[in-house]
């Protein structure tokens, strides 16, 4: 059984490393956006044809959970490969940075012959530090460096390979200016795109939306389709904060639809990996008596009306929960849906396999080759881990373990039985609580920093020049 295995396992990679096949990897990737914000999951209000469509067409994993529980971390988990408790960056703080030398998966992309391109929110270290995208694998990446200055649309800069580019008629303003800072990165996005037609290439597509602070053209269509919405928001600006949301979404749906409108345009649809996915757990924005899960309900089942606990900023279901689909033409099975447990650790061997290379042997993940081939026997994780600065978790099979703060215990739940995480089972199954936390003791290692190399640049708030 291990021959036929090692055959079948030598025999993919051979494809797949074959110059001429390997294929072009999109990862888009966009913040906050929730569980069940799409309309393929029955979503009452948003229209989302191509998330749809990327699903539909591919596998849609309904457990592929967030490397981390905010913006700077799980994006540390997915282009290390190593989960918090091995990772660089596992704070929000925004002055951590990769470590020199640190392997990403654009470096491993680049040195298989792919060039490599990333778009949009960056957040592992800023320009004057060793965690410049640059320095970790990319040829060119366009947008924020520093996770809080993507905080606006309308920023006075963006940044290209540590340049600031000063955007026109912006004045620092959250709300509003003149250059609407996402028109641009989804431009740079497609160009990368049509300039690169004729080798393999990883686009990293971290789009902001549908992050706040939430600021965009009024002339957008997707924002003219929502302006007159009323979800009951307590005050004017939290009216046009959850019109904006909903626009942002099927803002960036659409071009999401344009990219593969594109690839097909090129020829480039039947060879090209698409990975579309949420950064980390959502937010029940705009909630209010008559909607407790947010105008948007990202952790509740439109269906069921089960529902996920937490959501951004904690280890709960509901923060680590994410829209994950991976569409690849006559490779994956169109339609199917896969319950695999896995985490964005697992995308650095998974990428690496497919360009016909290894992870390093330190990276946290599984590839899931075989789950997207539906070939061989995938393996599965002894069990997944989570921290922050004040929290831990783990999951071992069904089981999960929160330490939600430092001064309190560790909490159990079951969530074959209680996906809402409401019953603490911590007294009942002692055994299996020991368990996991000598998981988690096993799990976190020491932390390592990145250096900043010129203290005269970087970011300094969004109203820097």
Known sequence: MKTQFLI?????????????????????????????????????ILETPNFDRVASEGMHFTQMLAGGNVCA??????????????????SNGGGSALCEGEV???????????VTGGFGKWGLGDVGTTGVPEKHGFDTFYGYYH??????????????????????????????GETFAQDLIYEESIKFIREHKDEPFF????????????????????????????????????????????????????????????LEKLGLDDNTLVVVSGDNGGQPYFKNEKLPFGAFGPNL????????????????????????????????????????LGYFPDMMPTLAEIAGTKAPEDSDGISIVPTLLGKGEQAQHKYLYWEDNRSRAVRYGNWKAIKPAKNKPYELYDLSKDISEKNDVADKHP??????????????????????????VGFKGHKAD
């Open 8 to 44: 079948l396992f030598l025999s993919l990679i051979t494809s797949l490393a074959n110059g001429a096949e390997k294929p072009n990897i999109v990862y888009l990737m966009l913040d906050e956006w929730g569980y069940y914000e799409w309309s393929g999951a029955g979503h009452p």
């Open 301 to 340: 089942s439109p269906k069921t009306k089960e529902y996920f606990r937490g959501g951004k900023g904690n280890f709960y279901e509901g923060g680590l929960r994410v829209p994950f689909f991976i569409r690849w033409p006559g490779q994956i099975e169109p339609g199917s849906v896969t319950d695999y």
């Open 203 to 262: 686009a990293y597509l971290a789009w902001t939306p549908p992050h706040g602070i939430w600021g965009m053209p009024e002339d957008e269509p997707a924002f003219q389709k929502y302006k007159d919405a009323d979800w009951g928001a307590t005050h004017q600006r939290g009216e046009k904060d959850s019109q904006m949301y909903a626009a942002m979404v099927e803002m960036v749906d659409r071009q999401l639809g344009d990219i593969l409108a594109l």
């Open 73 to 90: 971390p799980t994006r540390c988990s997915l282009m290390t490969g190593k989960h918090n408790g091995h990772a660089t960056v596992r």
């Open 431 to 456: 055994e299996i609580l020991a368990t996991m936390t000598q998981f988690a003791e096993e799990a976190s290692g020491p932390k390592r920093a990145g250096k900043v190399l010129d203290p005269k």
């Open 147 to 176: 996770q809080v200055h993507a905080h606006t649309y309308y920023p006075r800069y963006l940044v290209r390979n540590s340049e600031k580019i000063p955007l026109e008629g912006n004045t620092g303003s959250y709300f509003e």
């Open 104 to 114: 990403t998966i654009a470096s491993l992309l680049k040195d298989q012959g792919y």
